[in-house]
């Protein structure tokens, strides 16, 4: 698979895998890690799906948002009357539209290191969600909300894909719930699907991603399906805040050609 030209004032990280074997097809730098912005909400996801199969956590318990853990806009329940809501419910929030007040509550509820031990158990040690989210972030506090390279989470969405992450029904939980994400302005954008219902074949191409975007950062992981191949994905973009010029148009870009490649590969 030969991957476009990408922007050379860009940190580029990018491995796409066959999502039934793991062999990595293509890859930009594939061990380099960057700022992942909302990629990382995925491992709380896991932690939630892995709790609620050992039966240590009920879906259905309500919890409750707090100021203590407000942030500014980002998602939907900032927007909502209804200060309580189910488990499973602020994860749907999470997976469908990155709700930063829901991940938030929710790493309260089951602990940061506990996401974290579960993280490395499944082998990812360059990739992880380091914190909550935050209006601002000091020197006493992680680094970023969430690193990682597209080695690992490219190995994240095979993995997910073949119910290899926990369990087969571990998998299937999380993949159901991001697979309502309506974000698909990046990767995704090149394969011209209805952003808000995409999780059955259109056009022969089905779809289940995670975005994360900061002012500094685009990344989008997933897994696309076709007729003629299934492909694991993830293409991280990251650049300095004193960059001279904006790239986000240029990177966007880039991401919809890298798209536009995996489209062939599995259309056909």
């Given amino acids: 698979m030969l991957l476009p030209a990408l922007s050379d004032d860009v940190d580029w990280s990018v491995c796409v895998r066959d999502a039934t ?101 499944l082998g990812f040690e360059r990739s992880a969600l380091l914190d909550i989210v935050r209006d601002d972030r000091g020197p006493e506090h992680p680094w970023t909300l969430s690193a990682g390279c597209a080695g690992e989470l490219s190995d994240l969405m095979a993995r997910l894909h073949r119910d290899e992450i926990v369990s087969a029904d571990v998998s299937a939980r999380v993949l159901r719930w991001i697979a309502a994400n309506a974000d698909l302005s990046m990767v995704a954008a090149a394969f011209g699907l209805d952003p808000l219902a995409h999780a059955d074949p259109d056009r022969g191409i089905t779809l289940v991603n995670k975005t994360g975007t900061i002012s500094t950062v685009r990344a989008d992981v997933g897994v696309v399906a076709g007729p003629e191949a299934r492909v694991a994905y993830a293409v991280l973009a990251s650049w300095s805040e004193e960059a001279p010029d904006d790239p986000r148009d240029r990177v966007l870009a880039d991401m919809a050609a890298v798209g536009a490649v995996l489209r062939s590969h599995v259309a056909g």
């Fill in 21 to 121: 074997s793991s062999q990595v097809l293509a890859s930009v730098e594939p061990d380099r890690v960057s700022r992942t912005a909302s990629i990382g909400k995925l491992f709380l996801l896991i932690e939630i799906a892995r709790r609620s199969e050992e039966g240590t956590l009920d879906l259905a318990e309500r919890l409750a948002r707090t100021p203590d853990v407000a942030v500014a806009e980002s998602g939907l329940w900032y927007l909502l009357r209804q200060d309580s809501l189910a488990i499973d419910d602020l994860c749907w929030l999470v997976g469908g539209f990155s709700d930063n007040y829901a991940t938030n509550v929710l790493v309260r509820h089951v602990g940061i290191d506990a996401i974290a031990a579960t993280t490395a158990s």
